[in-house]
């Protein structure tokens, strides 16, 4: 007993089953979306504001270097007393 072409029907399951998949996914499909939150937009605000303040502080250095720095010594005072008053 002969049997021909057993199994080359040309059926691959495997593309079946790939079309059934291709039809099940929408049309509509969602895209990719990205939020940042409230903590990650005040740590990017505060990277700012240390540039700022390493500007300020080379400044500072500079004046000190120089000589040309000057204490007010009343705003000093005042600013301590106000300090012990909050405590």
Do not use: C
């Amino acid at each position: 007993m002969k049997i021909h072409h057993v199994g080359s029907m040309n059926v691959n399951p495997y593309e079946r089953q790939f079309n059934k998949v291709e039809r099940q996914v929408p049309s509509t499909r969602k895209k990719d979306q990205v939020e940042i939150s409230e903590a990650a937009k005040e740590l990017q605000e505060a990277s700012k504001w240390e540039s700022a303040r390493q500007e300020k502080v080379e400044q500072l250095k500079q004046q000190v270097q120089n000589g040309t720095y000057t204490i007010d010594p009343k705003a000093i005072a005042k600013s301590i007393i106000e300090y012990y008053r909050k405590q």
